[in-house]
């Protein structure tokens, strides 16, 4: 008789993931209209050069001559310009955000969402990031208890970063187009500054 | 055009095997197939070509964009089946870099063999579901798993399903047409126990009817270069894998009607 199979597994979680894998795919209906990523958008690098449609009144910042910081002196960078430092509307600290996300790591198409998929702040319109990211962050979060950031290429030169981020409020997703996946420091001090604009005022 | 992955979590469950039998199977069956080898070993090109270390492969396609399909696809004595070798690119055994770092060559891939008028093609990918094979689950329609009739493989299921969970992820449209149990030895308590232990595991839709026995047959195929229903007395074997056959085209159907 072999040694049983079941003590090393556990059936009905296995079940829910085999029957999840059988469900044919249905495209979930969106009512945001993609701006950026049409039918040629793939997912991951393709043979054409990316070209995300940026707002017009939006300029991407050119790449740093040199690599980011390292961890101190991300730290510093942080607190230099942390946007909860100077704290003003939500809206005023997650603007303040963006751009040092610009400037820190020249990312371009920002946008979180809540916990719900919902959408609370997006530069860009990529709904189809928005799914890719929440799909990706929810993935993530399955392997362990709490779950870390996912980069995925989407582009020659453009990886999607996604960052969950536990605030006050929930969990949020952050998602950036960036050049090269972010360090484990670069998403460390992101988390920090993030959970920090989220944060309640004292 | 169907592209169909043959991938597993582990590796020794009889992919290669099962990969050049069931296309061997579409072929005879008037499919034209072609037939990939994605293993940097490259068991399949060594089980049916004696020069396949020779052959330029798949993994030069990823590496060079200026080569052509045509350079690749190595022609059978049956008309209907082709073989696309692993090829030259050896540094890919090493592990061939991060998932996604291939994933736009292995789609131009698949529509070029598209384009080239083949109605299957089959890849035979490396063991584990990331590097290059998980390039070529999140590329292909659908996805077939070979599982060992043993504890041991078994106990790989939740990993497995994990992987698979997170490869759809990327590629929504994947078709998972389910487990096929192999190297089952019916004179072996252990082996008839494992596989019914699958069955009553997971969906009866995910696992295949037909079952792979192991066999002294496929050893001495492979030793000869040829699929076994090609044998004198390969007739029982190769009814096998018509069998199976039969049933990824029952399975396939729907999908292609969903479009």
Not at chain 1, 103 to 109: D, P
Not at chain 2, 49 to 77: K, N
Not at chain 2, 206 to 234: C, K
Request: hydrophobic share 45%; with cysteine.
């Amino acid at each position: 008789m072999m040694d049983p199979i079941y003590p090393w597994l556990d059936p009905i979680e296995v079940r829910r993931l085999a029957e999840g894998l059988m469900k044919p795919h249905r495209e979930p209906p969106t009512a945001v209209e993609d701006a950026g990523f049409d039918q040629t958008f793939v997912g991951y690098a393709t043979d054409r050069p990316f070209s995300p449609i940026a707002p017009p009144s939006f300029t991407p910042p050119q790449p740093p001559a040199v690599a980011p910081p390292l961890a101190p002196v991300i730290a510093a960078a942080v607190e230099a310009a942390n946007p909860s430092i100077a704290r003003g509307s939500f809206l005023d600290r997650i603007t303040r955000f963006r751009d040092w996300m610009r400037q820190q790591f020249s990312a371009t198409g920002i946008f979180i969402l809540d916990r719900e998929g919902a959408v609370i702040f997006d530069e860009s319109s990529h709904g189809r990031l928005h799914f890719l990211a929440r799909s990706l962050a929810l993935a993530s979060r399955r392997q362990g208890a709490s779950g870390g950031n996912v980069h995925v290429k989407i582009g020659a030169g453009a990886t999607l970063e996604v960052i969950p981020v536990d605030t006050a409020y929930g969990c949020l997703v952050l998602g950036a187009v960036v050049s090269d996946p972010l360090s484990p420091a670069h998403v460390a001090a992101v988390m920090d500054a993030l959970a920090q604009v989220a944060a309640p005022p004292n | 055009m169907i592209s169909i992955a043959v991938s597993s979590q582990k590796g020794g469950v009889g992919k290669t095997t099962l990969s050049i039998n069931l296309a061997h199977a579409f072929a005879r069956a008037g499919v034209k197939t072609l037939l990939v080898d994605a293993d940097p070993q490259g068991s399949v090109g060594l089980s049916l070509t004696r020069q396949s270390r020779l052959l330029a492969g798949f993994y030069d396609y990823l590496a060079d964009p200026g080569i052509p399909l045509e350079r690749l696809i190595v022609p059978t004595r049956l008309e209907t089946f082709s073989l696309v070798a692993s090829g030259q690119a050896s540094d890919y055994e090493a592990g061939g870099g991060g998932m996604g770092a291939h994933l736009a060559r292995v789609r131009a891939f698949l529509r070029s063999v598209a384009a080239r008028g083949f109605d299957l093609c089959l890849i035979d990918t490396a063991a584990g579901l990331f590097g290059v094979t998980g390039d070529v689950i999140a590329s292909s329609d659908a996805i077939m798993i070979p599982q060992q009739a043993e504890p041991l493989g078994i106990r790989s299921v939740p990993k497995l399903l994990e992987g698979l969970s997170r490869l759809r992820v990327m590629n929504p449209r994947l078709s998972v047409l389910g487990v096929c149990l192999t190297m089952v030895q019916n004179d072996l308590a252990e082996s008839t126990e494992a596989a019914a232990a699958l069955r009553q595991l997971l969906p009866p839709e995910m696992v295949f009817q037909t079952q792979i026995p192991r066999d002294g047959l496929f050893v001495r195929a492979s030793a000869r270069g040829l699929p076994i229903g090609v044998l004198e007395d390969g007739a029982g074997a190769q009814a096998v894998f018509d069998s199976l056959r039969s049933e990824i085209e029952a399975k396939l159907e729907p999908s292609a009607a969903r479009g």
